[in-house]
């Protein structure tokens, strides 16, 4: 397949241009937008961005909560995958499943439900307050702290995962290769299996520094006084200085494009897992008390994990008005899940979120398989951009993503490619889909690379044409991929929360604005009902492709 | 090109930037005849099959099938059945759906079909298997079915790429001896690649000989041991090792040998396949066209430094008065490790010295 046929050169060259339309334009549009004055050019708003100290202050606390999650999460993450990996104990096999809970929270219904279990009227709160009898909370979940607990909790996720999958891409021989070499324990971490994990440590370090800069949901709940470039931007907007604004998205932009350039050098001689084969089987502890107490920490840390999702559960059960100063709720009622199916007010979120969620998931998927067509096997002209352009979203911001659309797609103009997109339905499909490309882009492409071509040449070597090959070969051995990429973008999509808010119209109202007007009227419990259908679909989802993950 | 050429291709030639991978190959098989495609890694034996099949376009040259060009004809219309060096079956496919796969591509009606998966899985020993999973059967199994599947359309030609290679040794030889005998009583033109000399000997009617992209010597296995064409021919075709030597033609047409370090053999017109070589040479001389004979007149002495079991007869490694190192066959207990003796060549006319400017490689 070394020629590349026309109709394949052509759709790759078409493919850029719509990602380069959609990705790198709107941000391109605020770029020029931060530099145009009422005559011309002008450095205005970078001369008061500069000038003021809360602008630096934003600036500094995104890039310092950024860097600390990162700390915290991997001090969290790492030994905790480690050690379920290495050492057997009772119960071991549902306790490392549960460990990884925290991912079905969306941030929104995460950050929700830290409110209900930690904030100061809180379950947690209550129960200190019973326990003293003092009148005044014992803590307000507020601040730098309440960020970090936030995501430490939610993020940590990511460093177990990645290091989870890269312990078991270590084959055994290569632990006994260290031993028979005299390696102590320590050193072999050290020299062997640290080297090993460095591309797992980079990825997670990355995703979890991109996604704590983007992080909207804590520091708009709990920020409190505390700043950070993202409620920066959109309180920016919501005061009109829409100058100021581009060179607050601009300044995130950078930030996040330094963290991925650093990243991406640090890891770039990153060692490709050299073993194939069998991870060594996890080591029983042999002294019956250590494994009882370890077991037992396990699975307090376990309940611990839980406790969030079982609050937004209990909370969701709450009758509107019921609950005042009580330690733990009087009442109890399905009256809130009854009113998400039976009022339409209440039902329609949901709908609009799951059709909404379902088209950019849709073309998401399509694009991506276009794309890992042209990249992986035609090595169109066209192959390194259109790789480059599915990746940018990932380390764009969601604020600036969507701050960049609703500039672009607010101005009608059609010779500069801009139409009026916003305030239509189109806009939020779209700006799901774009930005959660990289999501079944990624999983793709790696999908295709993972494919042998013999396969596709096979098919073709017994009659088939390209479509049949498709239809019958590609798809189905790609079906993993395709299901992973599909599910990770559609949950994204379906609890997106931060491109929402700057672009949502009253009639594409999805669930995670909903789920904010309920909790502003006070109606905890219907949130907490929303936030428990976001939390019961990410989990069947991820339960879906879990259980798919080991097929090709 | 004689007319009775089914397959041919002519001059192709494929370059990977700056490498030629394939050179100007040029070969022909008549209707039903086997070639293999032999030759070390990176000699170009993939690539050439890989144009053949229509999964590479070459940059210059041509593939026809009974004169007609189908170098233009992608891969799915060219009607080349192929089986994979992984064999690439569809894991999520049956046995039966994968050597349906090609009969549906080109459109066979249903019944059809069913009928013809079974006589394919007959042919290959494995009736009755239609259902099974990929994952279930055994390496051998899988490599019938890949065969069956790449037959079962009823291709115009065979393409195998190093077919045998994923089995075991054991193994394999059966499956070399089962593949045999599918082909020749199916009498289709084949093309196989492979890298083991066995293989290709017992399954070409034909071998060619590739090195570095090039065609180094296409014949029968006996043209290839008998008469190699170049150096690298006769070493890579059985066992040969290379001694510099003086070559003077008496008036008779018998032939000296002058040995570095001494020693001077005379050949008779049948030991030598030299051509008309005068003066400096390189003699490749086959373990089995020297002998060890201590005291002879004319003979190179040497001292013994090396000893191999090999069956019938043992080789003996000797280097020679200036270094160089020759191998001599000759019954176990001939001489112990550490023994000067002399070299001869073998009484018998076996044929085995070949000889070549000093400079051909």
């Known amino acids: ?552 | 090109m004689a007319p009775d050429t089914f397959l041919a291709l002519d001059q192709l030639t494929r370059r990977f930037g700056e490498h030629l991978a394939v050179d100007a190959l040029s070969l022909t098989l008549a209707r039903g005849e086997v070639l293999a495609l032999l030759g070390p890694s990176g000699s170009g034996k993939t690539t050439a099959l890989r144009l053949l099949a229509g999964f590479e376009r070459p940059d210059a040259g041509r593939v026809l099938v009974e004169h007609v060009d189908v170098t233009a004809l992608p891969a799915a219309r060219r009607r080349f059945g192929m089986v994979f060096q992984h064999y690439a079956l569809f894991p999520h496919l049956d046995v039966g759906q994968n050597v349906a796969f090609g009969l549906e591509a080109i459109g066979a009606p249903a019944g059809d079909i069913r009928r013809r998966v079974s006589e394919a899985l007959e042919q290959v020993d494995l009736a009755g298997l239609e259902r099974r999973r990929i994952g279930e059967l055994s390496g051998g199994q899988q490599q019938r079915v890949a065969l069956a599947r790449a037959l079962a359309p009823e291709p115009r030609v065979l393409l195998l790429d190093e077919p045998l290679s994923n089995l075991d040794p054991t193994l394999r030889e059966r499956t070399r001896r089962e593949l045999r005998e599918v082909i020749r009583r199916i009498g289709i033109t084949t093309v196989l690649v492979t890298h083991e000399q066995d293989e290709a000997f017992e399954l070409g009617d034909r071998v060619a000989l590739l090195r570095a992209g090039r065609l180094e010597q296409v014949g029968t296995p006996a043209d290839l041991y008998g008469r190699p064409a170049t150096p690298f021919v006769a070493t890579f075709i059985g066992r040969a090792s290379p001694v510099p030597v003086m070559v003077e033609r008496g008036v008779t047409g018998v032939l000296r040998l002058r040995l570095p370090g001494g020693g001077l053999w005379t050949l008779t017109p049948e030991q030598e396949t030299g051509r008309e070589i005068e003066g400096p040479a390189t003699l490749y001389a086959r373990p089995e066209a020297l002998r060890l004979g201590t005291g002879t007149d004319g003979a190179a002495p040497g001292i013994i430094t090396s000893l191999r079991f090999a069956g019938a007869s043992s080789l003996f490694g000797v280097r020679l008065a200036l270094g160089h190192e020759v191998e001599v066959a000759a019954p176990l207990g001939s001489a112990q490790v550490g023994e000067s003796v002399g070299i001869l060549p073998s009484r018998r006319g076996l044929g085995g010295m070949h000889l070549f400017a000093p400079e051909a490689r």
């Open chain 1, 1 to 552: 397949m070394n020629r590349h046929s026309p109709g394949a050169v052509l759709l790759g060259v078409l493919l850029a241009l719509l990602l380069t339309w959609l990705v790198v334009y709107p941000i391109g549009i605020v770029a020029a937008d931060a530099v145009r004055g009422v005559d011309g050019f002008t450095l205005e708003g970078f001369r008061a961005f500069l000038a003021r100290r809360n602008e630096w202050q934003a600036l500094w606390g995104s890039v310092w909560i950024s860097l600390a999650t990162v700390v915290l999460s991997a001090g969290i993450g790492v030994p905790l995958a480690v050690f379920f990996t290495r050492y057997d104990f009772p119960g071991r096999r549902v306790l490392a499943q549960l460990v990884a809970l925290p991912a079905v929270l969306p941030p929104l219904v995460g950050v929700l439900s830290f409110l209900f279990l930690w904030g100061e009227t809180g379950f947690a709160a209550r129960l200190v307050q019973r326990l003293t009898g003092s009148p005044d909370p014992p803590w307000r979940l507020q601040g730098a702290g309440a960020i970090l607990f936030v995501h430490a909790y939610s993020m940590y996720v990511y460093f177990y995962l990645f290091v989870r999958a890269g312990l078991r891409g270590i084959d055994a021989s290569a632990y006994e290769a260290a031993e028979s070499l005299g390696a102590t324990r320590w050193r072999t971490f050290s020299r062997v299996v640290l080297p090993l994990l460095r591309p797992a440590l980079a990825g997670a370090a990355l995703l979890v520094f991109l996604s704590s800069l983007a992080s909207f949901s804590a520091p708009y709940l709990f920020g409190g006084g505390f700043r950070v470039m993202t409620t920066q931007i959109v309180s920016t907007r919501l005061n009109g200085d829409d100058r100021l604004a581009m060179v607050e998205t601009l300044a995130l932009t950078a930030i996040a494009l330094v963290g991925l350039v650093l990243v991406r050098w640090v890891d770039a001689d990153g060692i490709i897992g050299g073993s194939k084969g069998a991870p060594p089987a996890a080591r029983p502890i042999a002294s019956r008390r250590a494994r009882t107490v370890l077991a037992s920490i396990a699975w307090l840390l376990a309940g611990f994990l839980l406790l969030p999702h079982a609050t937004l559960l209990l909370v969701s059960l709450v009758p509107l008005g019921t609950w005042t100063n009580e330690a733990l709720p009087p009442a109890y009622t399905l009256g809130n899940y009854v009113t998400l199916v039976s009022d339409p007010v209440r039902s329609r979120p949901l709908f609009t979120s799951l059709w909404m969620a379902i088209v950019a998931t849709a073309g998401a998927v399509a694009i991506a398989l276009a794309i890992g067509a042209l990249v992986v096997r035609r090595r169109v002209p066209t192959a390194r951009l259109l790789e480059w352009l599915v990746a940018l979203p990932w380390a764009v911001p969601g604020t600036v993503f969507a701050i960049a659309l609703a500039t672009a797609f607010s101005v009608h103009a059609p010779a500069l490619l801009r139409f009026i997109l916003v305030g239509t339905p189109v806009i939020l499909p779209l700006a799901y889909l774009v930005r959660n490309l990289p999501l079944s882009g990624r999983a793709m492409l790696a999908g295709y690379r993972r494919l042998d071509p013999a396969y596709e040449e096979a098919s073709a070597s017994l009659g088939a044409g390209g479509a049949r090959t498709m239809r019958r070969v590609v798809i189905p051995l790609l079906r993993s991929s395709l299901v992973a990429g599909a599910t990770l973008a559609f949950v994204a999509g379906f609890g997106d929360f931060v491109t929402s808010v700057l672009l949502y119209t009253y009639d594409t109202r999805p669930i995670s604005l909903e789920i904010m007007g309920s909790l502003r009227s006070s109606d905890v419990g219907v949130a907490a009902a929303y936030g428990v259908v976001l939390m019961c679909v990410s989990a069947a989802v991820f339960l879906a492709t879990a259980e798919r993950e080991p097929g090709g």
